[in-house]
């Protein structure tokens, strides 16, 4: 059964390993994944803990359905107080990881503590066992796998690990498994790093006995193709999401030299034509490929055609590596993309931190707020590839005054390089925004300013606000499973309604994260992907457990509200730009330079916006302040939080 | 008509929905050690092959069985294991050239594909068709036009190439 996989607790200082079964009821409550996380971390985590110190939990987490058939079960999820923002930190990968650990007995590990020197986790059939790492320490992430498989003697075995970035505490290192799966943002990797953790390798051959076999294939089958008849993943299986960035440049959705446009001109190098042709030249017309059990295959396969790096084998580049490579420091090279993709996988970092930060210090460059002095004589100018790259190096080795300065992450870098640098950093509760530009779209706004972990766009966006479907489709998408009368709008210049979309989609995605499946099999890009109503019969089919659409929408409100109740613990307050629900002012202020008509001179506007975050906030069960009412609390039965059951 | 199994493995993507389905179907249990196929990876170059039994004429794991407990499916043509004469000795486990035949250490049984009783899962699930059910007495056709494509483009190339020097 898939319920009968436990949780395990780690204390890296002792060594001490205890492993308990995770009671039905708490599954019914916070189902799993990212949900029975924020549980976890809320329970676990000292108030005001060191980020990077041994108190700070480290959860790494499959979802409820992990390695169970339904599609794409293969998300990892890994969440501690965040090295980045000192809010939550949380991060969700795709792979193999996750359904090994599965079958290795596990759903849930707690990390606490920190190893006297380099160590691995071993997990296998129940079994959990510390080993040293020290041969280990200063491989990159795709090494570090390969050498695990090779002392244990088995290619089967997967590992979460980190790179030299991790290793050196950038506050935006990710955790990697496979060539390029990457939790990748709030610096869960400099967290596994402070614990001395280089790698959780996993392997497993235990059963899950699927509780309604038969009707789990068919269903699975339906919903397989359900999945792959959506137009959107047909495309993003063959060109993955590069077409995403394509279609929001020729728009001009796309931020673009640190925000101050929102098109990059001369992108044709770097179009998703021009990659796919690149993909095809060097590996073949077969070059898709895709995570655990998934049929959309959205990611491209590549050998860098030349430079430094001709013929290494690496896989993407997804959408956020062509704006960090491409679009943000406005280089204009496949080449610099695809070496800078593959920088960013062996080094384990966050490829759109790295990219946001090196454009901010660009634009500071230019400005003359730093100069040749703080670069080393490096000229950091906007299109410079040979620079962008040089800057990847020198942060994730923490090389140089600069090199040292941004791996600390936007505001501590902003406080070090002083004047008005903090103006132009383009963040959210301290971490840097998606290379998307959300001054014509109002919801995507809303939605940046208050998504849980910072400006990010995988919490609650509204993404289909932007094909102006007719308000009868919308009523049926977003009128269920609650009923919602409220207003509506097709079009995505508008303010109305909006906070019940991007409400809607923090619970829609919240569950996904629970269950432990691919966004792409929801409503994101697709408006006729499954939802609420679709997951009750994966649910009971594979794991025999009933539920209802509303209540999975409750469970995820009430995991929402545990990640919203750690960071007001942790300081969050509404207008506060460093730590609120607050846009940088260049979103109210300076209007969109180029683009389509809906989106050249738009701003948003600071009233309507905080209209729009006052509803946001009536509709989760928030006061005016942003803290959760104590009927809320009542309602989601959190009201005895922390409770430590687990 | 008899039908074989083939792999095409350029098409395959390395998701193995392939070795999920399979253990479903057959145990109602999800875990690839109980699949009939398995997708070996080379995965710092990206290449997927999946591994299958290939119903072999000549079977090595029917000829050294000591009991006779596998024999060919009359309709099918698969190589099937009689359950109640297998003596569990794994001797198949050993001579398969390719490692289809396998072995369950919870319930001591050696398992190999049966085809799913005439529809292949694997097959039914795989979208790129990396794996096919095809008729055994055209299973090359497809094939023999994939490559006089390739032949056909380049042969166009190279006289083009010619008439521009």
Not at chain 1, 201 to 216: E, L, N, Q, S
Request: with cysteine; net charge neutral; hydrophobic share 35%.
């Amino acid at each position: 059964m898939a319920l009968d996989r436990k949780i395990a607790y780690i204390n890296l200082s002792t060594g001490k390993i205890e492993t308990r079964p995770i009671p039905i009821e708490i599954r019914k409550k916070f189902l799993g994944g990212r949900g029975l996380d924020a549980y976890l971390l809320y329970n676990h985590a000292p108030e005001g803990c060191d980020p990077l110190g041994p108190d700070n939990p480290l959860m790494i987490s499959g979802g409820i359905l992990a390695a169970t058939c339904a599609s794409a079960t293969a998300r990892t999820h890994i969440m501690a107080k965040s090295p980045l923002t000192g809010l939550l930190g949380s991060a969700n990968m795709g792979g193999f990881f996750a359904p090994e650990m599965a079958w290795a007995g596990f759903h849930h590990l707690v990390i606490t503590g920190k190893a006297k020197s380099p160590v691995y986790i071993w997990i296998h059939n129940g079994k959990i066992e510390i080993r040293d790492a020290a041969y280990l320490w200063g491989k990159s992430t795709t090494e570090t796998q390969w050498a695990i498989r090779e002392e244990l003697g088995d290619e089967d075995i997967k590992s979460a690990v980190i790179g030299q970035a991790g290793e050196k505490l950038v506050r935006y290192a990710n955790v990697m498994t496979g060539i390029k799966n990457a939790a990748g943002r709030t610096g869960m990797g400099a967290v596994m790093g402070s614990k001395n953790l280089k790698a959780v390798a996993v392997r497993g051959t235990m059963d899950i006995r699927i509780a309604h076999p038969v009707d789990a294939l068919e269903y699975n089958k339906q919903f397989i193709e359900g999945i792959t008849s959506a137009k959107v993943n047909s495309t993003q299986g063959s060109l993955g999401t590069p077409f995403i960035w394509g279609a929001t440049n020729s728009w001009g959705g796309l931020r673009t030299r640190n925000f101050q446009y929102n098109q990059m001109e001369y992108a044709d190098d770097i179009e998703p034509e021009r990659l796919d042709e690149i993909a095809t030249e060097t590996i073949g017309p077969n070059h898709m490929t895709g995570c655990f059990g998934c049929q959309v295959h959205c990611r491209a396969q590549y050998k860098i055609p030349s430079g430094p790096y001709a013929g290494k084998y690496d896989e993407g580049p997804e959408y956020t590596s062509l704006g960090a490579f491409g679009a943000e420091p406005d280089c204009r090279k496949a080449e610099t993309v695809l070496t800078g993709n593959h920088l960013v996988n062996q080094y384990g970092v966050d490829n759109l931190e790295i990219g946001s930060m090196i454009a901010w210090a660009m634009e500071l460059y230019e400005l003359g707020i730093i100069t040749s002095k703080e670069t080393d004589g490096l000229d950091l100018r906007f299109g410079n590839d040979e620079a962008l790259l040089e800057m990847v190096h020198r942060i994730c080795l923490r090389k140089g005054w600069l090199g040292d300065v941004l791996a600390d992450g936007g505001i501590p870098a902003s406080e070090k390089i002083g004047k008005n640098s903090f103006d132009y950093l383009i963040q959210v509760k301290g971490m840097n925004n998606l290379h998307s530009d959300e001054r014509g779209t109002p919801a995507l706004a809303l939605n940046i300013a208050t998504a849980s972990r910072g400006s990010d766009h995988l919490r609650s966006r509204p993404a289909i606000d932007l094909y102006h479907l007719p308000e009868k489709i919308l009523r049926k998408i977003y009128g269920s499973p609650v009923p919602y009368d409220g207003p509506l709008s097709s079009e995505h210049t508008d303010y109305e309604g909006k906070p019940w979309q991007v409400f809607w989609q923090q619970n829609c995605y919240m569950a996904v994260d629970c269950l432990g499946i691919c966004k792409y099999h929801t409503v994101f890009l697709g408006a006729t992907l499954p939802n609420f109503e679709d997951w009750p019969k994966v649910i009971y089919y594979n794991t025999g457990l009933e539920f209802t659409p509303v209540e999975l929408w409750e469970i995820a409100e009430r995991c929402n509200n545990l990640e919203r109740m750690f960071n007001l613990r942790e300081g969050l307050t509404r207008n506060d730009l460093k730590k609120g629900d607050m846009l940088n002012h260049r979103y109210f202020d300076e209007p969109a330079r180029r683009g389509a008509p809906d989106i050249v001179g738009r701003t948003i506007d600071r009233q309507k916006f905080k209209k729009m975050v006052d509803e946001f906030y009536n509709h989760c069960g928030w006061d005016k302040q942003g803290l959760i009412t104590s009927a809320t609390m009542e309602r989601l039965g959190l009201n005895q939080e922390p409770s430590h059951l687990l | 008509m008899e039908k074989v199994l083939t792999v095409d493995f350029q098409k395959c993507t390395g998701c193995r929905l392939c070795e999920l389905v399979c253990s479903v179907m057959h145990d109602g249990i999800s875990n690839p050690a109980r699949s009939r196929i398995k997708i070996v990876k080379w995965e710092d170059e990206g290449r997927y092959v999946p591994m299958i039994c290939q119903q072999c004429e000549d079977a090595p794991c029917k000829n050294v069985c000591p009991v006779g407990a596998i024999s060919r499916d009359a309709d099918y043509g698969f190589l099937t294991i009689d359950h109640a004469l297998c003596i569990g000795c794994r001797s198949c486990v050993s001579v398969c050239p390719f490692g289809a035949m396998s072995y369950n250490q919870v319930d001591k049984k050696v398992f190999k594909c049966d085809l799913c009783g005439g529809q292949p899962q694997c097959v039914r699930f795989c979208d790129e068709k990396a794996v096919d059910f095809v008729a055994s007495d055209n299973m090359t056709v497809k094939k023999k036009r994939d490559a006089a494509t390739r032949l056909y483009a380049s042969q166009k190339h190279a006289v083009a190439i010619q008439e521009h020097v």
